[in-house]
């Protein structure tokens, strides 16, 4: 394909009647800083991020976000593109430009018959389940229901399914795009099978994905829940852990996170999803169940949306966030250590660590047969720093710089394109990993004026 070119940039400053003229033409809403929703519409999951648009432009359509993104062009604009707004880092916001809100786009159809959703770019994880799971069918998505399903998908996509079915992007079977040049695209694999390839976890780099037409499987009640422990036990609750996850079947999907309790206690949690036959879920979870002695046993029977809602609470609307993040290929005894003490001096009871396992289905992919590249078995390992005060701030920043630090050693190669904050260069090529280079020459393709660069941003490669 060769991108269609746009000519030289339009220096036309953004005014009244340019405004007025995109509010006619769309059949969304354009959200300005003089209307009376501008600041709950400005406002996105990560409250750290207190950023002020040119203005807001709610579409509805393909053709809307045609519209703002030759918009945004003409008028010398930076673009972010907001599906769910769950980007911790800020991405989807920003000073002075456009922001692309797609958060109408909520239309989902279902074709239970050949297995196959169709799902509009604004919806949430919670909101496409409960669809699916009116017909016992669902596609692998996160681990907290709140979470858009265009980023996630775009970066990858790891939940608890991961092991059986996959990551979100290995389940997509196609994408409704618009480019940079304005042009609305279908990416699958017999059309336009370089961008679908570079979609399934390059991210946001290649234009506005509008929506996305996902794989579903058969998923009906799981067992799983949570399993939590006082902190004081982490070390051999982390001992047990490593050794119970390396031998679970795919079937079997496992989260440790080091917290607070709604009591305000210092924990540790193993959390898990069965989503095979139930008795061998009931067999397979009893050693967790009874290792040791847990404050909570929260292990059973339950519906799929339930345990896909399990997680929310941990991240209340209003917070302020700072994530940093790594994949640790073992988790050792000196990486125990580092976690515990990490854990202990947290400046805020709201953060947590997180070592969500990684295997199965998602682990067995060629690394080169999608855009995400990290192919093995591993321990995804954010530290999510949350804190409510804005000027509490700098002490919960430097302490997850401090952890991110001390764990570095532990960490392997990698880190997962949806837990990146302010990481530099060197980080956002560690993403994605060998794909990088060839991201890049698609990206030069696409969009060759990095137009949509407020993301986990991939340079265009020079020509030639």
């Given at each position: 394909?060769?991108?269609?070119?746009?000519?030289?940039?339009?220096?036309?400053?953004?005014?009244?009647?340019?405004?007025?003229?995109?509010?006619?033409?769309?059949?969304?809403?354009?959200?300005?800083?003089?209307?009376?929703?501008?600041?709950?519409?400005?406002?996105?999951?990560?409250?750290?991020?207190?950023?002020?648009?040119?203005?807001?432009?709610?579409?509805?359509?393909?053709?809307?976000?045609?519209?703002?993104?030759?918009?945004?062009?003409?008028?010398?604009?930076?673009?972010?593109?907001?599906?769910?707004?769950?980007?911790?880092?800020?991405?989807?916001?920003?000073?002075?430009?456009?922001?692309?809100?797609?958060?109408?786009?909520?239309?989902?159809?279902?074709?239970?018959?050949?297995?196959?959703?169709?799902?509009?770019?604004?919806?949430?994880?919670?909101?496409?389940?409960?669809?699916?799971?009116?017909?016992?069918?669902?596609?692998?998505?996160?681990?907290?229901?709140?979470?858009?399903?265009?980023?996630l998908t775009l970066g990858g996509g790891v939940g608890w399914?991961?092991?059986?079915?996959?990551?979100?992007?290995?389940?997509?079977?196609?994408?409704?795009?618009?480019?940079?040049?304005?042009?609305?695209?279908?990416?699958?694999?017999?059309?336009?099978?370089?961008?679908?390839?570079?979609?399934?976890?390059?991210?946001?780099?290649?234009?506005?994905?509008?929506?996305?037409?996902?794989?579903?499987?058969?998923?009906?009640?799981?067992?799983?829940?949570?399993?939590?422990?006082?902190?004081?036990?982490?070390?051999?609750?982390?001992?047990?852990?490593?050794?119970?996850?390396?031998?679970?079947?795919?079937?079997?999907?496992?989260?440790?996170?080091?917290?607070?309790?709604?009591?305000?206690?210092?924990?540790?949690?193993?959390?898990?999803?069965?989503?095979?036959?139930?008795?061998?879920?009931?067999?397979?979870?009893?050693?967790?169940?009874?290792?040791?002695?847990?404050?909570?046993?929260?292990?059973?029977?339950?519906?799929?949306?339930?345990?896909?809602?399990?997680?929310?609470?941990?991240?209340?609307?209003?917070?302020?966030?700072?994530?940093?993040?790594?994949?640790?290929?073992?988790?050792?005894?000196?990486?125990?250590?580092?976690?515990?003490?990490?854990?202990?001096?947290?400046?805020?009871?709201?953060?947590?660590?997180?070592?969500?396992?990684?295997?199965?289905?998602?682990?067995?992919?060629?690394?080169?047969?999608?855009?995400?590249?990290?192919?093995?078995?591993?321990?995804?390992?954010?530290?999510?720093?949350?804190?409510?005060?804005?000027?509490?701030?700098?002490?919960?920043?430097?302490?997850?710089?401090?952890?991110?630090?001390?764990?570095?050693?532990?960490?392997?190669?990698?880190?997962?394109?949806?837990?990146?904050?302010?990481?530099?260069?060197?980080?956002?090529?560690?993403?994605?990993?060998?794909?990088?280079?060839?991201?890049?020459?698609?990206?030069?393709?696409?969009?060759?004026?990095?137009?949509?660069?407020?993301?986990?941003?991939?340079?265009?490669?020079?020509?030639?």
């Amino acid at each position: 394909m060769v991108h269609s070119q746009r000519g030289h940039r339009n220096s036309a400053r953004l005014d009244k009647s340019a405004l007025a003229n995109l509010r006619h033409g769309l059949r969304g809403d354009v959200i300005c800083p003089e209307d009376a929703g501008y600041d709950a519409a400005r406002r996105v999951f990560n409250h750290m991020i207190d950023r002020y648009p040119a203005a807001i432009l709610s579409c509805a359509d393909d053709d809307d976000v045609s519209r703002s993104i030759d918009f945004a062009y003409l008028n010398e604009l930076p673009i972010a593109v907001r599906g769910g707004g769950h980007s911790a880092a800020g991405h989807s916001t920003c000073d002075g430009g456009i922001v692309i809100d797609l958060s109408p786009m909520k239309r989902v159809e279902v074709d239970p018959t050949n297995r196959i959703a169709r799902a509009g770019a604004g919806l949430t994880l919670g909101e496409l389940d409960q669809v699916t799971q009116q017909h016992g069918l669902a596609t692998p998505l996160g681990i907290a229901s709140i979470t858009g399903i265009a980023g996630l998908t775009l970066g990858g996509g790891v939940g608890w399914l991961n092991g059986k079915h996959g990551l979100t992007c290995d389940n997509v079977v196609s994408f409704k795009i618009v480019t940079a040049d304005g042009r609305k695209l279908q990416a699958g694999p017999g059309e336009n099978a370089e961008l679908y390839w570079a979609l399934r976890g390059g991210g946001g780099n290649f234009g506005v994905v509008t929506s996305f037409e996902y794989r579903l499987h058969r998923v009906g009640p799981v067992y799983g829940g949570m399993v939590i422990h006082p902190l004081d036990r982490a070390r051999d609750v982390l001992r047990f852990y490593r050794e119970f996850a390396a031998s679970s079947p795919d079937e079997l999907s496992t989260l440790a996170s080091l917290g607070t309790s709604p009591d305000g206690d210092p924990i540790i949690v193993v959390s898990s999803c069965y989503s095979g036959p139930i008795e061998d879920g009931e067999r397979l979870l009893k050693p967790l169940r009874e290792f040791g002695r847990p404050l909570l046993d929260g292990v059973g029977l339950q519906e799929y949306v339930e345990l896909q809602n399990m997680k929310d609470g941990g991240f209340p609307h209003g917070n302020q966030h700072y994530w940093k993040s790594g994949f640790l290929y073992e988790i050792s005894d000196d990486a125990i250590e580092v976690l515990i003490d990490s854990a202990r001096t947290r400046p805020s009871p709201l953060t947590g660590i997180g070592l969500q396992h990684v295997h199965g289905a998602a682990a067995r992919v060629d690394p080169e047969a999608t855009a995400f590249a990290h192919r093995n078995e591993y321990f995804d390992c954010p530290a999510l720093t949350q804190w409510r005060d804005p000027a509490e701030a700098e002490p919960n920043i430097q302490w997850a710089r401090d952890h991110w630090n001390a764990m570095k050693q532990h960490f392997g190669q990698g880190i997962y394109v949806n837990n990146l904050g302010e990481d530099g260069v060197d980080q956002v090529q560690a993403a994605y990993g060998a794909n990088y280079h060839r991201l890049a020459q698609i990206k030069s393709r696409y969009d060759p004026e990095n137009l949509f660069r407020l993301n986990q941003n991939i340079e265009p490669a020079p020509a030639g």
